[in-house]
């Protein structure tokens, strides 16, 4: 079982280790060696001694055949560096925020999960997000990952924490440690967390959960979502995070759902709106790609139209990508023509939504904010 990845990325070479948020960069000639060592073979010294300069802990396996320490991601005549899937949008909550809407059980086979993992590998997907729904109840859960971890993927689970107390999830993680682990954080009390989610005794199962992940050295986030049930408890919410010793990140603008439905737009917190940055533009479609719990693949989670089917298409099928995701920049419907549109606050995909949501201009648009001076 593997200690290390040199693997390609995007235009460069790397060295990652699961479980740490370190690495460095590698010459690409130096991963064309690595290529051909000989698995039984010890580690060349200039990689022992980039291990230890990186990772200290390591001194006391650095002698083991580097087939033993080592996986070696092979090139990829692809350009993706990074995907997310939902495994699942089945939950064990039914949060008033979600921007899933219903949260339908559904999925592929095992079988077709494990060839879209596959092919992901072979796109040079090293960085994989998994999420749902609650990814840890999917029946495939705890094998994806192992399956995505053994291809060489630094993996990130996105959950609610409710489940991270057991063994089974435990002993996964100690024997294939996950990139990241991000918690979503629906309140700093039992009566405004079970409200949130709508679920009596979730907070009891969060704190369980935490407590749990905590005591087994999780590299965990807390995502902090500040909905209008929660409000009065962002600063509480961000304080426990703290005593923890855990990093985190505040979430106050709630969007429409993936189908653009308004019905979520309800839960928020109006005065913790926050005005968002200009967007500048991403690779959606480009370097990354999201896949749905049936294989559909699309440029992101927000932009899920002209969605492709990687069990059907295969690989090939990636090559439309990056068109799909120039078209769908585009800014049209009511956004033709928009003066202010090199400031806007948030992508074309993203507009459509609060604009089929039907939600007020001033939650997403420049135009529907007060002028000033």
């Known amino acids: 079982m593997h ?3 040199a693997s390609p990325f995007l235009d460069q070479h ?4 699961p479980g740490s948020r370190g690495g460095a960069l590698l010459p690409a000639a130096r991963h064309e060696e690595l290529r051909d060592v000989d698995p039984d073979a010890p580690a060349p ?7 230890l300069k990186q990772w200290e802990d390591l001194a006391d396996v650095i002698d083991q055949p580097v087939g033993k320490l080592l996986l070696v991601r092979q090139p990829s005549t692809w350009e993706y560096g990074k995907a997310s899937w939902e495994i699942n949008l089945g939950c064990n909550y039914a949060c008033k925020h979600c921007y899933l809407g219903l949260k339908m059980n559904a999925g592929m086979p095992w079988e077709d ?7 992901m590998a072979e796109a040079g997907v090293l960085f994989l997000q998994i999420t749902g729904g609650e990814p840890t109840i999917d029946k495939d859960f705890m094998r994806a990952y192992r399956y995505a971890w053994d291809l060489g993927m630094m993996i990130t689970v996105s959950t ?4 991270l107390w057991r063994e089974n999830l435990l002993r996964l ?10 918690v979503s954080m629906y309140g700093a009390t039992k009566a405004s967390y ?9 907070w009891d199962q969060f704190v369980q959960g935490m407590g749990a992940a905590r005591r087994a050295r999780l590299p965990l986030r807390m995502s902090v979502v500040v909905a209008d049930d929660n409000a009065s408890e962002e600063q509480a919410m961000v304080d426990l995070c703290r005593s923890w010793g855990v990093e985190t990140e505040v979430f106050t603008n709630i969007t429409p759902t993936i189908y653009g439905g308004a019905e979520v737009l309800t839960a928020q917190s109006k005065e913790h709106l926050r005005e968002r940055q200009p967007f500048a533009g991403c690779n959606a479609g480009r370097t990354f790609f999201h896949m749905d719990p049936n294989g559909l693949v699309s440029i992101c989670k927000i932009g899920r139209d002209d969605q492709i089917s990687l069990p059907q298409e295969g690989i090939e099928g990636l090559a439309r990508m990056a068109g799909i995701g120039d078209r769908l920049m585009l800014r049209t419907g009511g956004c033709t023509g928009c003066a202010l549109s090199g400031a806007c606050t948030v992508c074309r995909p993203l507009a459509k939504q609060y604009q089929e949501a039907k939600a007020p201009l001033a ?4 135009h529907g904010r007060p002028k000033t001076g």
């Open 160 to 163: 609610n924490g409710s489940l």
């Open 363 to 366: 939650a997403y648009c420049q």
């Open 173 to 182: 993680f100690r024997e294939c440690p996950p990139y990241r682990v991000t």
């Open 45 to 51: 010294a200039w990689l022992a001694d980039a291990f």
């Open 14 to 17: 790397v060295l990652v280790r």
């Open 194 to 202: 079970d409200e949130l989610t709508q679920r009596e005794g979730a």
């Open 113 to 119: 999960k494990r060839r879209c993992l596959d092919i």
């Open 3 to 5: 200690q290390m990845i």
